[in-house]
């Protein structure tokens, strides 16, 4: 860096494996660590049982901050190209830590028998998750696997991916808000999962997602909140709220549920409900299906309706997007045409689902509660008054403790000279979005530019008038619970020539030379050299002058300087001003 700080770190990590590795091991607890600056994951666990993390800390993680899987492979659904792990985790729980500036996954976690619908009773809650999957940039924060586990009560931001992403059966996915994410993805979720009829009854239930954009307009734009991809089947979605996205709900399976949700501002399609995509198992017979599940009567006892659906004819064809239930929910000031296909209207349930401009039914919507007012119409059928809104997002003491905004580039002081300025700070836990203020004074009263921006940076058009501007950052974090907005310091800097240079003819064949020091506050020495071309290029002559040049302070060249005169034989003078081998401004023509 530029700028001497004496009490600046640099750390490099050389550990590409974990931190900790735990493999058949039983009751452990790790709790109020910080695990930060690692090339690899900080801990990796298999065949475990018991194991509890809880107020700690995970940041600078180069991979995966937490894994846990397993060694033994599922016989159920084998051939699925995403295939489970059997025994891999029970009774683990991973709660109320922050997990921020993560390379890939912030938590996977494996656990339960999908071959006998063991569940495993893992649970992620109540943690932070803010900017994972940052450099292996399809990788979820959480990756979901197994039979019976369950993610509550999280707060999930920024993030280029999904915020979840989840196989197997009978998980819980409920009491989260999810915001910033997908943001530099298309064709995925911030909820997803797909292309399987094995794996079947998760719940998807009172999560707030919101600000569901990408960074950059995408041309596909296909990012709905929750994704049931390539005839996933059996899922249900029910009580949440969605708020700002494109898409609300996107399946083309069979046998999906999503009822008594309320979406606000869906920007291109409500319940996008195609008419059917190719599950990759190819179970969608009969013939085939029993090859794919350990013990079959164990699932037609489970999921009461899946033997009908499996020996039925219909099944077969799965492009009628079939069985699937849509009802009760509420749609407000959406701009996206509803996308419900027409075979789901003759072949499912679709009832009492409401469009509304009125945004005066929510209780509070200028600070996020778009719980439904019990004097609505709509109270019936979605959350209401009586559902107490605190429930959602993270409920234990755990908390943002905002980090500051560090300005990096342009330094304080700095002396640059462009067009359009590279402005770097660093990334803030807490912050999923900053606004950079650039200002020709210190009040920020006389403005020159202002910019929201998800990242560290930002490219901003600045004159090159030797002005000293200012500019500052503020960070901004738009949950619901989190919501505040910090500054960060105020930093200063010159941009324009360091050193300036007029010059001209005169009538007696002499040249008036006149340099300005704009840039160098302890004032400059230079040299000025004149140099006589003859038409052909060549060099005839060069008077070199040194001087000192005072800090904003015009220094006329004179004779007493240097010989000004110029040759009769010159076609051509230029002006140089260097510092040794430096030159400090571009060259000036005379003739």
């Given at each position: 860096p530029p700028e001497k700080n004496e009490s600046s770190v640099l750390e490099i990590s050389k550990l590409k494996g974990s931190m900790?590795?735990?493999?058949?091991?039983?009751?452990?607890?790790?709790?109020?660590?910080?695990?930060?600056?690692?090339?690899?994951?900080?801990?990796?666990?298999?065949?475990?049982?018991?194991?509890?993390?809880?107020?700690?800390?995970?940041?600078?993680?180069?991979v995966?901050?937490?894994?846990?899987?397993?060694?033994?492979?599922?016989?159920?659904?084998?051939?699925?190209?995403?295939?489970?792990?059997?025994?891999?985790?029970?009774?683990?729980?991973?709660?109320?830590?922050?997990?921020?500036?993560?390379?890939?996954?912030?938590?996977?976690?494996?656990?339960?028998?999908?071959?006998?619908?063991?569940?495993?009773?893992?649970?992620?809650?109540?943690?932070?998750?803010?900017?994972?999957?940052?450099?292996?940039?399809?990788?979820?924060?959480?990756?979901?696997?197994?039979?019976?586990?369950?993610?509550?009560?999280?707060?999930?931001?920024?993030?280029?991916?999904?915020?979840?992403?989840?196989?197997?059966?009978?998980?819980?996915?409920?009491?989260?808000?999810?915001?910033?994410?997908?943001?530099?993805?298309?064709?995925?979720?911030?909820?997803?999962?797909?292309?399987?009829?094995?794996?079947?009854?998760?719940?998807?239930?009172?999560?707030?997602?919101?600000?569901?954009?990408?960074?950059?307009?995408?041309?596909?734009?296909?990012?709905?909140?929750?994704?049931?991809?390539d005839n996933q089947t059996g899922m249900k979605a029910e009580y949440n709220i969605i708020k700002d996205a494109k898409i609300n709900i996107y399946t083309n399976g069979v046998d999906n549920n999503f009822s008594n949700n309320t979406s606000i501002n869906i920007k291109k399609t409500n319940m996008d409900i195609k008419n059917g995509g190719a599950a990759s198992n190819a179970n969608t017979e009969q013939s085939t299906f029993a090859g794919h599940i350990a013990n079959e009567s164990l699932y037609f006892e489970k999921y009461a309706n899946l033997s009908d659906i499996i020996s039925s004819a219909d099944i077969t064809a799965p492009s009628l997007a079939k069985y699937n239930i849509l009802k009760d929910n509420l749609n407000v000031a959406g701009t996206g045409a509803d996308g419900i296909g027409g075979n789901t209207q003759t072949y499912g349930t679709v009832s009492n689902n409401t469009n509304s401009s009125d945004m005066s039914i929510f209780v509070d919507a200028a600070n996020q509660d778009y719980r439904v007012k019990n004097s609505s119409a709509y109270a019936a059928t979605v959350l209401n008054e009586d559902f107490d809104i605190e429930k959602i997002g993270v409920v234990s003491n755990n908390a943002f403790n905002t980090e500051k905004v560090t300005l990096a580039a342009p330094f304080n002081g700095e002396k640059t000279n462009a067009d359009k300025i590279h402005f770097v700070w660093n990334y803030a836990l807490g912050a999923t979005s900053y606004k950079i203020t650039v200002a020709k004074d210190a009040n920020f009263e006389n403005i020159v530019a202002s910019k929201e921006v998800f990242y560290n940076y930002a490219d901003i058009d600045v004159e090159r008038d030797s002005s000293r501007y200012y500019w500052k950052v503020e960070a901004r974090n738009t949950s619901r619970e989190f919501a505040a907005s910090w500054q960060s310091d105020v930093y200063s800097f010159?941009?324009?020539?360091?050193?300036?240079?007029?010059?001209?003819?005169?009538?007696?064949?002499?040249?008036?030379?006149?340099?300005?020091?704009?840039?160098?506050?302890?004032?400059?020495n230079a040299d000025v050299y004149i140099a006589q071309y003859d038409g052909g290029g060549r060099l005839l002559a060069v008077n070199k002058a040194e001087v000192a040049l005072d800090y904003m302070t015009e220094t006329v060249l004179t004779e007493n300087d240097v010989d000004l005169s110029i040759s009769s034989q010159a076609a051509k003078v230029k002006i140089f001003v260097w510092e040794g081998e430096t030159p400090l401004a571009d060259p000036t023509s005379v003739k």
């Open positions: 900790i590795e735990i493999k058949e091991a039983d009751n452990i607890a790790f709790e109020g660590i910080t695990f930060e600056n690692t090339r690899g994951n900080a801990v990796s666990a298999q065949n475990v049982e018991n194991i509890t993390i809880s107020d700690c800390t995970f940041k600078n993680i180069g995966d901050a937490l894994s846990f899987t397993g060694t033994a492979l599922a016989e159920t659904d084998k051939n699925y190209w995403q295939r489970q792990n059997v025994d891999a985790a029970y009774n683990c729980e991973v709660s109320d830590n922050i997990f921020f500036n993560i390379g890939g996954h912030a938590v996977v976690m494996d656990g339960g028998n999908v071959d006998t619908l063991t569940p495993g009773n893992n649970v992620i809650k109540n943690n932070i998750f803010n900017r994972c999957a940052q450099t292996i940039k399809n990788y979820e924060t959480i990756k979901l696997l197994g039979c019976g586990n369950s993610i509550l009560n999280n707060n999930i931001s920024c993030a280029s991916f999904s915020a979840i992403r989840h196989y197997g059966n009978d998980h819980v996915i409920s009491y989260n808000e999810i915001y910033n994410v997908i943001q530099e993805t298309d064709d995925c979720g911030a909820i997803y999962c797909g292309r399987n009829t094995v794996q079947r009854g998760t719940v998807i239930s009172y999560n707030y997602l919101h600000d569901l954009y990408s960074t950059e307009e995408l041309p596909f734009a296909h990012q709905p909140a929750i994704y049931w991809d010159v941009n324009g020539e360091k050193i300036s240079v007029t010059a001209g003819l005169n009538a007696d064949n002499t040249v008036s030379v006149n340099v300005i020091n704009n840039f160098y506050e302890d004032g400059k």
